[in-house]
């Protein structure tokens, strides 16, 4: 596998799973549980294929959790899905 593949791979991998713990994170401000929960995450990760660049996805939660009544600031939005993505690269890069 060439490098620039591996990078391709790892980033996709990097988006997903970020998208994912931001749809797991934004379901459970919405009160979503068990089937409701399964079916929003993969709402959001669907909605990052939108446009390029992360701002679908944050415009969705954004309006999903104003719609539900939570007044969330997108500077408050923009620093949890950075945090989540921290995290994952984190996660993806360590080696045991």
Do not use: C
């Not at 713990?21 to 993969?42: K, N, P, S």
């Amino acid at each position: 596998m060439h490098r620039d593949e591996l990078e391709i791979r790892t980033r996709d991998q990097l988006n997903a799973r970020r998208n994912y713990f931001l749809g797991v994170w934004a379901g459970t401000q919405l009160g979503l549980q068990h089937r409701e929960l399964d079916e929003y995450i993969e709402e959001v990760m669907l909605s990052d294929f939108e446009e390029p660049g992360p701002f679908d996805i944050l415009g969705k939660v954004q309006a999903d959790l104003a719609n539900a009544g939570i007044d969330l600031e997108s500077g408050d939005l923009l620093n949890r899905f950075k945090n989540i993505e921290q995290n994952v690269r984190r996660e993806l890069l360590s080696t045991d």
